[in-house]
């Protein structure tokens, strides 16, 4: 199938990019990496009248290291976050992360920003972004305002972008020392979208996880805390019995849907065992591979 007609805009600025969302509203879309925009276009499950290319606007792309946060700017691609060292020394969670969004071509042009605002319930970025307490800088011609991860991302394919916002930042505060963190997915292909994947993060004392945060991807619609298992685990030490009762818990307050090729239950064991492992990992002693710590 062909894309349908529409006009192709190239901003040069902000200011230009505001004042043509402003004038097309809901008739318009940004293009930024343009990876799954085109395919969709290409499929008709979208028909905007005008694409506004960003990729040429100033100040929108880069990672830098700031008092409170690593501000990563929208239109910075999934290959820049991956060999980032400022990521790699203070995001960890992101840097192990970066591989496992999609392939390599597709990764050195989608974008950080597109994958936000996108907000597909498999999607690595989104959970990451929930369990990193990340807040995403949105602009308009009203002006700048900064929205928690948490509360971006309302429904399936749904955030809480305007018709005239864009994301111009995604700004990552600084783990307290201590924090740990761990990534992992089961996907049927290495760099395909994942059948259910976890990001967690904790403050680790001994063998007892605080402020533990466990956000589940394509389990749901939206990125899933896993908060029955969290407060259940919080503070205590990692027991089998106290694993047994955090994936009953999780069995409670998870309802993956099927797909195509995975029950529901079989989603939710997917779910458990990448918590298990997970657990391990961020209780594993100091110095051990599993240990992966902020710095
Ligand atoms: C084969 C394949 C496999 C993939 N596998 C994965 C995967 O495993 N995990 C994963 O996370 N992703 C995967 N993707 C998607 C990929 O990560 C895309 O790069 C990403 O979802 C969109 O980024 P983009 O920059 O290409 O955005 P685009 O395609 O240009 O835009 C996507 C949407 O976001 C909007 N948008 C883009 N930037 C902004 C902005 N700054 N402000 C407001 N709105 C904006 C656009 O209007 C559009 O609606 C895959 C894609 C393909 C084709």
Same mark, same amino acid.
């Given at each position: 199938m062909k894309a349908p007609s529409f006009d192709y805009l190239k901003p040069a600025s902000l200011d230009q990019v505001f004042a043509l969302l402003h004038k097309h509203g809901d008739s318009a879309r940004i293009l930024a990496g343009g990876q799954t925009l085109l395919a969709t276009l290409n499929m008709r499950l979208s028909e905007p009248k005008f694409l506004i290319d960003i990729q040429g606007v100033p100040g929108l792309s880069g990672i830098s290291l700031q008092e409170q946060c690593v501000r990563i700017g929208a239109m910075t691609r999934h290959g820049e976050i991956e060999e980032s060292i400022v990521v790699a020394r203070h995001m960890p969670l992101l840097a192990m992360t =970066?591989?496992?969004? =999609?392939?390599k071509a597709i990764r050195n042009k989608g974008t950080l920003g597109g994958s936000l605002a996108f907000a597909d319930p498999a999607a690595e970025w989104p959970s990451c972004a929930v369990a990193l307490d990340a807040q995403l800088v949105l602009a308009s011609r009203r002006g700048l305002r900064r929205v928690p991860a948490a509360d971006f991302f309302q429904a399936l394919y749904t955030t809480a972008l305007a018709p005239d916002e864009i994301i111009v930042a995604c700004e990552f505060p600084l783990q307290p020392s201590g924090a740990r963190c761990s990534f992992d997915e089961v996907a049927r292909r290495h760099g395909d979208y994942p059948t259910v994947g976890l990001a967690a993060v904790a403050l680790v004392a001994g063998q007892r996880l605080q402020q533990l945060r466990l956000v589940f991807l394509g389990v749901g619609n939206i990125p899933t805390r896993a908060r029955a298992a969290e407060s259940l685990l919080e503070g205590r030490s990692l027991t089998p019995e106290l694993l047994a009762a955090a994936k009953l818990a999780l069995a409670g307050e998870l309802a993956p849907g099927a797909d195509l090729y995975n029950s529901a239950p079989m989603k939710l064991h997917l779910a458990q065992v990448l918590m298990q492992r997970a657990l391990a990992q961020l209780a594993a002693p100091a110095g051990t591979p599993g240990e992966k710590q902020h710095g």
């Open positions: =970066a591989p496992h969004v =999609a392939h």
